[in-house]
């Protein structure tokens, strides 16, 4: 059975920073990359950041791009999203999910196949 669980969420003020983790099960994982994407309140899942499934090529939106860093470990089967100066509008559910491409240069959530359950980030100001 195919698994994410994302980790790390929690209450953060404003320039503070949190690592978010995606711990994944049940399939080849070095064969996947994996995106991560979130959720605000009353607004549309967006794409956030993504990482190729082993040659490390990342892709960031730019609403993140300098500050949030997204890596992989594929001996532990899990992702990190490293996120720094955070923002009140990052709050927002961030979830983590895998799509068969081994490569991708957009953040598109029709490409994704199976998605976690989700992590709460909450920025206060």
């Known amino acids: 059975e195919v698994q994410l669980v994302e980790s790390g969420g929690g209450l953060v003020q404003a320039g503070g920073s949190l690592r978010l983790s995606c711990a994944a099960s049940?399939?080849?994982?070095?064969?996947?990359?994996i995106g991560w994407f979130r959720r605000a309140p009353g607004k549309e899942r967006e794409g956030v950041s993504c990482?190729?499934?082993?040659?490390?090529?990342?892709y960031y939106a730019d609403s993140v791009k300098g500050r949030f860093t997204i890596s992989r470990d594929n001996a532990k089967n899990t992702v990190y999203l490293q996120m720094n100066s955070l923002k009140p509008e990052d709050t927002a559910v961030y979830y983590c999910?895998?799509?068969?491409?081994?490569?991708?240069?957009?953040?598109?959530?029709?490409?994704?196949?199976?998605w976690g359950q989700g992590t709460q980030v909450t920025v206060s100001s």
């Open positions: 049940g399939f080849t994982f070095d064969a996947y990359a």
């Open positions: 999910a895998r799509t068969p491409a081994r490569s991708l240069f957009r953040l598109w959530v029709s490409d994704y196949d199976y």
């Open positions: 990482i190729s499934s082993s040659d490390g090529t990342t």
